[in-house]
């Protein structure tokens, strides 16, 4: 194994560990392994157990996915400027979210359900918009379609929000900034079920995403039929990001920066790119869970707001070193 | 072993067809060349084959079954094409580039046995051993050709096709990527080579197919189709053809409008 990828794991554990251990009450190691191990007092039991380690889990499933999500649509889309949100999945999701809401649905496994389906008709509608426009699978129309509907989504949640009680418009808006806070094991589960369907599926058309990111008439000459690869792609990429925005709200930066830092590590081919996005990603959620609720603990940042803070340099970093 | 019969192609809001009533066939162990100029529909036939426009008429046959009813893996399995454009999306390493050649050939979670050996000939066979180690966006537009060209050979096709084989080559390679071809065709290939390079054509190609809007005007070996006369319609520009003295082939020098040359 690379060693660079060798190291990146081991900072995943370390990562996911630190987040078991600290909070605003902390354990050292010794504790945590009695915990882990079935000792340990009730007290210490209950933080790690059932109130840090869903959230972890959930950290690490949101990071693998995202990651994977943006991997597969910068390969598809042939830009590495894309991510799950861009093609609409974000805004649809807040809608749904914010309608949700605004109808006094205040209901966590509602909202999530309500994200979900928005975000996943967002994607609907910017495929729909494609293939009306008669290039269904066209990168630059499905891109532009995105934002499109993204900035129609946006339009949309400044109506809803401004119709809505002060109160409940804080919780839509502190959701759209997205959070782990509220993770409980049925959410683990449920984004469990859609990443076990979706992960194995995207690494299983791997090899089309490699022929596809030279282009679609070379693709066709490598036996993969780009149109109907592509739309396979698209929406198995952004059933992910709405299944993640569904769990956690919006977590942006993740799908974005994680796929060149992935590239940076292993190269082009897609079935590794995609597996180093899925461990890059977690690494990333989980530890910047881990500073939205210790940096100014017991208050807890927003983790969308995090992630960019820790990304945007990262990134920059990554793009002075970009040959 | 690939046939274009009738092939008939308009595109999308074209005023005019880009293909028209097309009919040739490309036959094993043998250079077909096409050539034609700029907009005469070399590149449509070439998309027409990968299924990449639709037919308004007519059929792209392999070994005489229709390509669509292959599957696109399939079709990739019989033939190897170098499109005219294509460009990595990210850079990646050559060698990496060149494995993609097997993609047809691996099974569902990326087994191919014959992998190794076929990128090995292949990188042999195109003289790029030097080139492994480098990335896609650091090459030289010729060693990206070359590079093409051995990602096509490794994908072990009967037949192998290339649009524009040798732009941005020099003399050099210009000349070792028809010997390649010809290699190919002497052992037992379909090689069809879609230029601009009409003299190289027609020192290589065993039969030369000629376009010009749409429409097949000749088809024959290069002796028969490398007609000043044909050519002069054909290119709507003053040429001459006499016979290279050294490799007896016809040979094209086209001819500077209003200036006296010596005859």
């Given at each position: 194994m690379n060693a660079r990828v060798a190291l990146l794991i081991a900072t995943l554990v370390v990562v996911a560990f630190a987040a078991l251990a600290f909070g605003p009450v902390s354990l050292d190691a010794r504790e945590l392994w009695r915990v882990l191990t079935g000792g340990a007092e009730p007290v210490s039991r209950a933080i790690v157990l059932d109130v840090r380690a869903p959230r972890v889990a959930l950290g690490l499933l949101v990071g693998a996915a995202l990651g994977m999500s943006g991997s597969v649509l910068q390969g598809a889309l042939r830009n590495a400027l894309a991510e799950p949100y861009l093609l609409g999945v974000s805004g649809g999701a807040a809608v749904g979210a914010v309608l949700a809401v605004s109808l006094g649905m205040n209901d966590p496994t509602v909202l999530s359900l309500a994200a979900f389906v928005g975000g996943l008709a967002a994607v609907v509608l910017v495929m729909g918009i494609a293939r009306a426009a008669g290039m269904r699978a066209d990168p630059r129309v499905l891109l532009m379609a995105g934002v499109v509907v993204g900035a129609f989504a946006n339009a949309a949640i400044m109506v809803l929000l401004a119709t809505v009680p002060a109160e409940a418009a804080k919780g839509a808006l502190w959701w759209m900034m997205g959070s782990l806070g509220s993770a409980q094991w049925k959410d683990v589960a449920r984004l469990a079920v859609v990443l076990a369907v979706a992960g194995p599926a995207l690494l299983h058309w791997a090899r089309d995403l490699d022929a596809l990111a030279l282009g679609h008439d070379a693709a066709a000459s490598l036996g993969v039929a780009p149109e109907a690869a592509s739309r396979r792609l698209f929406f198995t990429a952004s059933l992910l990001a709405a299944a993640t925005v569904a769990a956690a709200g919006l977590v942006g930066f993740v799908g974005l920066l994680v796929p060149h830092v992935a590239r940076a590590l292993v190269g082009t081919r897609h079935r590794v790119v995609l597996a180093v996005s899925a461990v890059a990603g977690s690494t990333l959620v989980v530890g910047a869970d881990l500073a939205a609720r210790t940096t100014r603990a017991p208050a807890e940042l927003p983790l969308g707001a995090v992630t960019a803070v820790v990304g945007v340099p990262f990134f920059l970093s990554l793009l002075r070193r970009m040959r | 072993m690939i046939a274009w019969s009738d092939v008939s192609v308009r595109y999308p809001g074209a005023s005019t067809p880009a293909l028209t009533g097309v009919s040739f066939a490309v036959g094993k162990g043998a250079i077909t060349a096409v050539v034609g100029p700029n907009g005469s529909g070399k590149s449509t036939l070439v998309r027409a084959l990968l299924r990449r426009v639709g037919l308004q008429s007519g059929r792209v046959l392999i070994d005489g079954g229709d390509v669509n009813a292959l599957s696109q893996r399939d079709l990739a399995r019989r033939v190897a094409v170098v499109v005219q454009r294509e460009e990595p999306a990210f850079p990646m390493r050559a060698g990496e580039y060149v494995a993609l050649g097997r993609a047809p050939h691996a099974g569902a979670w990326g087994v191919d046995e014959g992998a190794s050996d076929a990128i090995a000939r292949a990188i042999s066979l195109a003289g790029i051993e030097s080139l492994l180690?480098?990335?896609?966006?650091?090459?030289?537009g010729g060693e990206w050709q070359r590079l093409r060209l051995a990602r096509a050979i490794a994908q072990e096709a009967e037949a192998i096709v290339l649009d524009e084989p040798t732009t941005f080559l020099d003399i050099a390679h210009e000349m070792s990527a028809f010997e390649l071809l010809a290699d190919l065709a002497r052992r037992g290939r379909a090689v069809l080579a879609v230029s601009h390079q009409l003299n190289l054509v027609s020192r290589f190609a065993d039969r030369v197919v000629l376009l010009h809007r749409g429409v097949v005007v000749a088809d024959g070996a290069p002796d028969e189709v490398m007609r000043a006369s044909v050519l002069e319609s054909v290119y709507e520009w003053p040429l001459v053809v006499s016979r290279d003295?050294?490799?007896?082939a016809p040979t094209l020098v086209p001819l500077r409008r209003n200036v006296s040359h010596r005859s």
């Open positions: - | 180690d480098r990335h896609t966006d650091e090459l030289s003295p050294a490799v007896g």
